[in-house]
Each structure stands twice: as structure tokens, then as C-alpha cells.
């Protein structure tokens, strides 16, 4: 009976968690696989695909004109709305759409490091610049060198005077940057 009562309840937290994972909703930096079917041959190689959102949460579609958002939706609504997308541009009749989510491609951070009161990665927020991640992780340090703080994307560096701030000098920040803020 004991055995009985610890399967119903194993069974009852599995459905919960499938109901959960079939409710995942996309965000930006997720990535998704996307299926096409009843359609020619060469346009299901075309279309059919692993895809990923951007910081703004879109992504784009062969053959139709305009970004598609995505963000929010579950794999069921963003269906919904490419095989709607397609047949509104005239393009296929019944397609035939399937999408599968998956994770983040990158974590949708910022790194902030050096001379700060609490270096950290900083959520990444479409926006952000540079002085304001630095203020995101406390503030310079009375030791921070505001002169030469470093920007480091991708295999690029670039040196920024903080000292003042100007629209020139304060660059937008994307996911993934590092910010380091040197000692005096």
C-alpha cells in the first residue's frame, strides 16, 4: 500500500513538471528548433532550422519581410504564429509548423569587476551603458582609476575616461561584455 501511495505521488510530480516544461516561454538569447512541413521539399531544407532570439527577443524567417517576436510565448503560440505569419504573406496554404525550445545560448549578463564596492555580474537589460553596470555593482571604489576603465567584447578591448560622462564615451553595453575598473 506504502508502495502504492509513493507511486501515485511520483506520478503526480512528473505531470507537474511536464505541464511546466510544456509551458516554458522563450526569451531573448533562448534558442529553438522549428520544423516546416506540407510544404516543397526545398523550402522545409530552407526553413527548417535551430534559431535564436535576440536581445529584443525577435528573430527572422526565410521568405517573410519583417523580424517576428517572440518573447513570452510558449513553443505552442510562437506555432500558432509562424504557420499565421505564412499564410497571411500568401506563401504556404497548410504549413505544417513544429517548435521545440531550448536554453539560452549565453548567459544574459554583464560582468563587473576591479575596483567596485561589489563586483558582479550585472543582469543585462537592452539599454544599459557602461557607467550605469559600473553603478549596478556599487559604484566606483575611492581607489577606481575612472580614466582607463576597460571594456573587453569578444576579443576586443577599449579604454573609456569616465571621469566625466558624455553620450561619446558611455557606450550601450551588450550581454556578455566584461567591465573592468582598474586601481589608481
Known amino acids: 500500500m506504502k508502495s502504492l501511495k509513493n507511486l501515485i505521488l511520483l506520478l503526480l510530480a512528473l505531470s507537474t513538471c511536464c505541464i511546466n516544461a510544456q509551458e516554458s516561454r522563450i526569451g531573448p538569447g533562448h534558442t529553438f528548433t522549428l520544423r516546416l512541413a506540407g510544404v516543397p521539399a526545398e ?5 527548417s532550422s535551430n534559431y535564436t532570439l535576440s536581445s529584443d527577443g525577435t528573430f527572422r524567417l526565410p521568405y517573410l519581410d519583417k523580424a517576428i517576436t517572440a518573447a513570452g ?4 503560440e510562437l506555432q500558432d504564429k ?6 497571411a504573406a500568401e506563401i504556404y496554404t497548410h ?6 525550445l ?3 545560448t549565453a548567459e544574459m549578463v554583464i560582468s563587473v569587476g576591479g575596483e567596485v ?3 558582479a555580474e550585472v543582469p543585462y537589460r537592452p539599454g544599459i551603458n557602461l557607467f550605469a553596470a ?4 556599487g559604484g566606483p571604489t575611492e581607489f577606481a582609476n575612472m ?3 576597460k571594456l573587453l567584447r569578444g576579443k576586443s578591448e577599449k579604454d573609456y575616461d569616465l571621469r566625466r560622462v558624455t553620450q561619446a564615451n558611455n557606450p550601450e553595453l551588450q550581454a556578455g561584455d566584461q567591465v573592468i575598473v582598474p586601481g589608481s
Do not use: H
Not at 73 to 76: K, S
Not at 95 to 100: D, F, K, L, N, Q
Open 102 to 104: 531550448g536554453v539560452a
Open 147 to 149: 580614466r582607463k576603465v
Open 43 to 47: 523550402d522545409t531544407a530552407q526553413v
Open 134 to 137: 559600473i553603478n549596478r555593482a
Open 95 to 100: 504549413p505544417a509548423v513544429t517548435v521545440s
Open 73 to 76: 510565448m510558449t513553443a505552442t
Open 117 to 119: 564596492r561589489s563586483p
Open 82 to 87: 509562424i504557420v499565421a505569419l505564412y499564410k
